[in-house]
């Protein structure tokens, strides 16, 4: 069992920063490639980025230059630092683990329940 908690996420204006945390527990591995996800209202689930154990990093073209995806395995946590938000960043962002590295939802085996990100213009 893995568990995966994210923490972070709330109100913030146009143009600001917000940083994202995932802690991840139970039977972890430094193994893991670990990503984030994001869910806006009404629509499809999204990639934003992944970090393998070595910290190779991939970005959807989204948020490559704003956003920035980090790992410390000691700690087991993944964060997704945001920068120059959009009100288009709003959206529910779900960390996530899994065996590839991978842009690809179905490659991740664990899922946090998400934290709510809402960009005020």
């Known amino acids: 069992q893995v568990q995966l908690l994210e923490s972070g996420g709330e109100l913030v204006q146009a143009g600001g920063s917000l940083r994202l945390s995932c802690s991840a527990s139970?039977?972890?591995?430094?193994?893991?490639?670990m990503g984030w996800f994001r869910q806006a209202p009404e629509k499809e689930r999204e990639f934003v980025a992944a970090?393998?154990?070595?910290?190779?990093?991939i970005y959807s073209d989204s948020v490559k230059g704003r956003f920035t995806i980090s790992r410390d395995n000691d700690k087991n946590t993944v964060s997704l630092q945001m920068t120059s938000l959009k009100p288009e960043d709003t959206a529910v962002y779900y960390c996530?683990?899994?065996?590839?590295?991978?842009?690809?939802?179905?490659?991740?085996?664990?899922w946090g329940s998400g934290t709510q990100v809402t960009v005020s213009s």
């Open positions: 139970g039977r972890t591995s430094e193994a893991f490639v």
């Open positions: 970090v393998s154990r070595f910290g190779a990093t």
């Open positions: 996530a683990a899994g065996s590839d590295f991978s842009s690809q939802r179905y490659q991740y085996d664990y």
